[in-house]
């Protein structure tokens, strides 16, 4: 555990959407697909997925999905960089506006997003929540959206 902290993971594109969906729903997320994704991104140390982030389109609606860090590797910046590299990828794909449905809406806020709401032109929904047994309990999510 301690050599990990003294390594430093690389950053790289992804297409194993398996060891992403393993990576969330080990950090408490209850993602059980991705669709939608126009591009993904991982921290790999020693060849293991530990963060991992990804761009979502859906008709002109952008958003991070998918966005997890492995426990033992929070704290280093990882999330902070995947978000950034997945606001560049959007904004090369035409990307005004980039929203999420934040598990943790303080890290997005302190990242420069702010807090939306369902009811806002563009807005995803966040449906799903609404029936996840963790919702409200321990997980209050939030819809965040950051101008690009």
């Keep these: 555990m301690a050599e990990a902290m003294k390594k430093t993971p690389e950053l790289r594109e992804t297409n194993d959407f398996s060891a992403m969906l393993s990576l969330a729903r080990e950090s408490g997320l209850e993602s059980d697909h991705l669709t939608g994704i126009v591009s993904a991104y991982g921290f790999y140390l020693d ?3 530990v963060g991992c982030a990804a761009l979502k389109k859906g008709d002109d609606l952008f958003r991070v999905e998918c966005l997890a860090v492995a426990e033992n590797m929070r704290g ?3 999330g902070r ?3 950034a590299r997945i606001e560049k990828e ?3 794909k035409g990307a005004r506006k980039l929203w999420a449905i934040a598990r943790l809406p303080r890290f997005f806020e302190r ?3 702010r807090i939306s709401s369902a009811n ?3 807005a995803p929904k966040n449906d799903d929540c609404m029936t996840c047994p963790q ?3 321990s997980c209050c999510p939030a819809i965040v959206v950051k101008d690009l």
Aim: aromatic share 10%; charged share 15%.
């Design 111 to 113: 990242i420069g997003y």
């Design 81 to 83: 960089t995947l978000v």
């Design 135 to 137: 919702f409200g309990k």
């Design 47 to 49: 060849g293991i997925l």
């Design 90 to 92: 959007a904004v090369a």
């Design 120 to 122: 806002d032109p563009g």
């Design 76 to 78: 280093r910046g990882l």
